[in-house]
Nanobody, 123 residues
Framework: QVQLVESGGGLVRAGGSLSLSCAAS????????MGWFRQAPGKEREFVAA????????NYADSVKGRFTISRDNAKNTVSLQMSSLIPEDTAVYYC????????????????WGQGTQVTVSS
């Protein structure tokens, strides 16, 4: 059974930093590209960042470039999202996802999804 479990969400003030982590089990982690998406209330789920299985490719949404960094540890089956210079518009539930189509930006490129972790940025 494939499981993706996010952690590290919380409440932070604007300008602050937060680090999210996603632990994978039941899957050959090193074979999958990993992505982070987010969904704010009343909005569609949107792409945040992705990293290929080989670490060679990373993609970021324009809204987070220069502020967020995605990384992975294939030995620990984890993917992380380091977020800095947070703004209220970053408030959302953040989801990690695993897929076999590379570090793509579309939700349909990912087969497995976590339950999400809430990130709230206060002004």
């Amino acid at each position: 059974q494939v499981q993706l479990v996010e952690s590290g969400g919380g409440l932070v003030r604007a300008g602050g930093s937060l680090s999210l982590s996603c632990a994978a089990s039941g899957v050959t982690f090193s074979a999958y590209a990993m992505g982070w998406f987010r969904q704010a209330p009343g909005k569609e789920r949107e792409f945040v960042a992705a990293i290929s299985w080989s670490f060679e490719v990373t993609n970021y949404a324009d809204s987070v470039k220069g502020r967020f960094t995605i990384s992975r540890d294939n030995a620990k089956n984890t993917v992380s999202l380091q977020m800095s210079s947070l703004i209220p518009e970053d408030t959302a539930v953040y989801y990690c996802a695993a897929g076999l189509r590379g570090a793509v930006t579309h939700t349909f490129g990912y087969h497995y999804w976590g339950q999400g972790t809430q990130v709230t940025v206060s002004s």
